[in-house]
């Protein structure tokens, strides 16, 4: 379509990687890229002028709670997302199928997209059900679409395929997502089959409402079940999506997403390909490793807020730390050096570890901005190096020197 | 003193309102001024680089939290707190004797320093006491010092004047306040009497403890009795500080605080007079019309948080409103305007009310910034006004176009 564009610049010898550019009406993102999460038309902590001093190239909003709060049509009578947020890169939205399963199994179920129902590395023992922790499913999802109950006022809402393209119409988003159903790890085959041809049906719906200035990636589902995963992946592959993003549910563990992406890349054409959900540190190696080109993650910025602030190798990040320290610690009270003394953000170069520490365990508001600007430019820069790196032929090189260190 | 000096440029001639320059070591304060308040070492909401980018020239830190939290050891040995908050401008800091009041009568007998306990504009009825919302008296005062039971852990800590100079020293802030005991509107005159006493013993040990690289204010008490506001004045102006505060109690209303300060001004000399925890906007424009040259206050800062968004005369304000709008309201829902569309703020200059009224309901951390960014920027500029007027000769003119709009 006239308003996207996806080159690929350089595809690396050793593995599926690929550095390219994404080129929409509001610019270029180039790939391999981390989109941050603008849930509610603003990265948490954030305003949209930390964007664009981040470099960022692109955010991505949330369509279900927009829709919600303040509303697509309000959005919309303002101006659209950009206006309304006054951030003039390119958009992404996600397709609201994702909140029938974070509200739905993912509460009845309390899981996440990865499961971790085998615990423990050698655990073999299945994760009782129902865990301690479940809430109320709020949803229910028919082939007609889903109905979720509202986190705002608990109202019920519809939305179907028709719906989720004439809201992020609304938005006026740049990149969107077909209508999907996100299944849980717990689901059976049985259901994550039906659940998988009715995001078959609401892709073709997709494709048939979406607003065609927008571009229109398909989601493939199928679970951790290599024949729906494969047959999910020929059928969205087949049709005329701009881009093709993987959706979970992504098994017990992460060498089963890593498995996943095995089974699904290979058979997929030169379109960008987005991961939707997923973005820690070791994820982007293995991902962008089997080809991925672009993902949306909140993990960085929450973790921010969380105290987890993150660090390279040379600065101490490994594997088994997360590439993370965690600013709460007493050890860090009187530690004048930045979050990570190689780190060039602004946080880092104009705040200390102490200051940090104590901001943190006041509640100072302006801890979570600080925070934020640090992880997210972490991950902007961790992108840098990786398309360096593919361009350069180094991709494996610097992959082994962030995940083995230690 | 040598890192201190005040120039008086201009006094108005139908007013006691002046304008003036404080220089200290850390650079210059045109005055009237208002101090933003960074109470544990941020402006809440804000990093210290918004403060430079909002043309602040100093800010003023509490020294009862900062001994708490992260204690004020730990700032003198990562360096002081112009280092520690990252702020190169003049820091004042208060002396620890506010909190004598906040955590204790204005706990027991909930009020403020302004006690409005005539409610009504003809109420007569004296306010019930105990009042409802009557919370544990969290201070014990003796002749001695004040023992605090600190708002973190419960644990009790003493502060006297030696106390709380050898704090402020280590915060190493520029312009500090000598230690004094703040009273209850509700408070007898017997008992006011024997605080300012008290507060005047502590005014000798804080002049004689002090380090001598600090500019330090004298505390004038006596509540709102004129005998003992009077004999204050006269012992406090009789004394080598370097300034001269006027404390609370002010009283059952603003007439009163305004009957104080003419009690109390014109005994003062040419010395500069900061008013403690004042600063509303027609508070500016009284107390600078009697004298005034320094505020400092956390109403603009906190009332952003609260949704209270600052409005000029031309787009509203007035003293019935308050000079503010409640971006809370659903009349903002759709407003493509800024907050004040004749202000120049960051917030103004990039964002619509409609998105601010979201942010706020969607309770966005980013909103926090946004709107203090908004509040500060318009009482900065208003004393920059305020300024401008008295040099030019028009300062009643000003203070008439902003307190009789509507």
Redesign the interface.
């Known amino acids: 379509m006239e308003n996207f564009n996806f080159k690929i610049l350089k595809k690396d010898k050793k593995t599926a990687a690929r550095a390219g550019v994404i080129t929409t009406k509001r610019g270029k993102i180039e790939t391999p890229y981390f989109v941050p999460v603008a849930t509610?038309?603003?990265?948490?902590?954030?305003?949209?002028?930390d964007l664009v001093a981040l470099g960022a190239q692109c955010a991505l909003v949330n369509t279900y709670h927009l829709h919600l709060?303040?509303g697509d049509k309000?959005v919309k009578?303002?101006?659209g997302m950009h206006k309304?947020?006054?951030f003039e890169k390119t958009l992404f939205s996600d397709s609201g199928g994702f909140q029938a399963f974070s509200l739905g199994l993912a509460r009845e179920h309390n899981i996440g997209k990865i499961g971790n129902f085998f615990p423990g590395e050698n655990g073999k023992k299945e994760r009782e059900k129902p865990a301690a922790n479940v809430k109320e499913n709020l949803t229910r999802i028919t082939d007609e679409g889903i109905k979720f109950k509202s986190v705002y006022d608990g109202s019920w809402q519809f939305m179907d395929a028709k719906a989720s393209m004439k809201i992020q119409s609304n938005l006026d988003s740049d990149l969107i997502m077909a209508f999907d159903e996100c299944t849980s790890p717990l689901s059976d085959k049985d259901y994550t089959a039906v659940a998988m041809r009715r995001t078959h049906d609401w892709a073709k719906l997709s494709l048939k409402y979406h607003n065609k200035e927008q571009a229109l990636y398909g989601i493939i589902q199928g679970g951790w079940f290599s024949d729906l995963r494969a047959e999910s992946t020929e059928f969205i592959n087949s049709k005329p999506f701009d881009g093709i993003a993987i959706g979970g549910s992504l098994g017990n563990c992460k060498k089963d997403m890593h498995q996943i992406l095995e089974w699904v890349i290979p058979q997929l054409d030169d379109r960008p390909r987005h991961l939707l959900g997923i973005g820690e540190v070791d994820d982007i190696f293995e991902c962008v490793d089997r080809g991925i080109d672009t993902f949306d993650c909140v993990s960085p910025t929450r973790n921010a807020?969380r105290g987890s602030l993150c660090i390279r190798p040379e600065s101490g990040g490994n594997v088994k730390n997360k590439f993370r320290l965690h600013i709460a610690s007493a050890k860090f009270?009187?530690d004048?050096k930045p979050v990570d003394p190689h780190c060039s953000c602004?946080t880092c170069q104009?705040?200390?570890r102490?200051?940090l520490?104590?901001?943190y365990?006041?509640n100072?508001?302006?801890y979570?901005?600080?925070a934020t600007i640090h992880n997210l430019h972490f991950m902007l820069d961790l992108m840098g190096q990786v398309r360096t790196s593919i361009k350069k032929d180094t991709f494996l090189a610097l992959k082994k020197k962030w995940l083995a260190a230690g």
């Open positions: 509610l038309g603003s990265v948490r902590a954030l305003n949209s002028d709060k303040p309000t009578k303002l101006g309304f947020m006054n807020r009270r009187e004048k602004f104009n705040h200390s102490a200051y520490c104590h901001l365990h006041a100072e508001l302006s979570y901005r600080l």
